[in-house]
């Protein structure tokens, strides 16, 4: 199996590339990657906000839709922007092969 | 100033460490929150993390949903790689269990006999399933996967307790097809935390589901099972602090940081009792992960220099069979319950108010008004229960 990358931005600005995990959220890929600001309260059963990223704009057509949970979900982040998403809602695999995240300012 | 770091650590080289700058007692979500939280405040003494179970530190949430029903492995829920230990310079002390605290000393005395000695002391021990003879327990990893062994050869299956544990218990273990008896010795389900609506929609839906749920009667007859489960909470593991002089009975007595009334010692999580803002009456233990994480990270900026009082918005989540249930707020003392939607469709809100004022709404499948509920209950306002529960009414536009 070839690697998989994804690219991550953590809060200080610090960029950084891990290894991508097919079959698992995008959350668990990142919190396996030791990103520790993705705290993932509920753990990604979309209840809470905190695995919230930004998904770099080129990437977005790969993403499945945001639900109705979701969307909600994230109305409640100060720091919502146009590509918010959880990253919990988003299945890692091939297709998101050097994907670019940053993670959201926590609320 | 109290709270901050006043020593660094002296000895970060030689084998074993057993002085630490901060010591956290404790290795669940509170006690990894308090560490991480630490080192995200600056934090640069050395930290030892210290728990009875040997296990990697892992969440607890799934244990009674996604893991007993084999949907998701044990490495699939740690909570941090083993590597980010190392990396953030947290020592893991594992295998040991305190059972003594020296405030004066500034020690912890293990039951192996060990002693750590510390600047500070974040005791975040959770608490103690409460255990019936013969019967499993849902608390550990390895409380699951001994209850896993025996469901494997099992068909006729008791839960004892209808609060959120036996409920998720229940709906796992019927998922697994067995036969389960789920018996609650009060008259309704969630009586201690949930109002009666949320209680008859769950009895209805386990029974859909084909669980024999059994009200206000006496246990019945472990012999005619196979296997039997309680989920009958839990006893704060606070026993050393309060025998070392610390405030408290039910748990531990915290101030708005997490201090206890002894030096140098702070709680957090399950074990802490606290006076939350959102229960103006007496001071309360939360069980939910929301709490554990959040009051532990207050006592983390405490203890980096720069506190911050504990004051986030309860929450809560549950899921059984295809229910997503959650809850906004804390709904201890309501004098009035309202239901927003039709229980009937499956997706419906209880609302809670005290005096007036809504304090607490459990959503089931409703997870905008979850979203929505939570501006109207930190405003703190009186709203119209007419248009509370009128379901066309979006919660958000009552936030004025």
Known sequence: MTDLIINVTTRDGHARAIQGQEGRSLMETLRAGGIEEILALCGGCCSCATCHVYVDEEWASALPPLSEDEDDLLATSGAREANSRL??????????????????PED | MRGRRDRQCDDHRGAPLSRFDVLIIGTGHAGVSAALHLRQAGFTGSIGLLGEETELPYER???????????????????????????????LNQGERVEAVDPAARTATCVSGRTFSYGELVWTAGGRARRVPGAHAIRTLADVDALKAGLETAHRVLVIGGGWIGLEAAAATAKLGKEVVLHEREPRLLARCSGKALSDFLVAE?????????????????????LVVAGIGIDPEAGPLLAAGAEG?????????????LP??????????????????????????QHANDQAASVAKAIAGEPKPYAAMPWFWSNQYDLKLQTVGLSHDHDEELVRGEPGSGRFSVLYRRRGRLIAIDCVNMVRDYVQGRALIERGGVVDAARLTDPDVPLKSLVE
């Open chain 1, 87 to 104: 990253s919990c809602q988003i299945p890692f695999g091939p297709a998101l092969d050097g994907i670019a995240v940053t993670v959201a």
């Open chain 2, 61 to 91: 949430p799934p244990l009674s949903k996604e893991y007993l029903t084999g949907t998701r492995g044990r490495e699939d829920f740690r909570f941090r790689p083993a590597a980010l230990w190392a990396e953030k310079a947290v020592t």
């Open chain 2, 206 to 226: 386990h029974r859909r589901q084909g669980v024999e749920v059994r009200l206000g009667a006496e246990a019945p007859n472990a012999a005619e099972f196979d």
């Open chain 2, 249 to 261: 009975g039910d748990g531990v007595l915290v101030d708005e940081c997490g201090r206890t009334s």
């Open chain 2, 264 to 289: 140098n010692i702070w709680a957090a999580g399950d074990v802490a009792l606290h006076w939350n803002r959102f229960v103006p009456e007496r001071p309360i233990r939360i069980e939910s992960v």
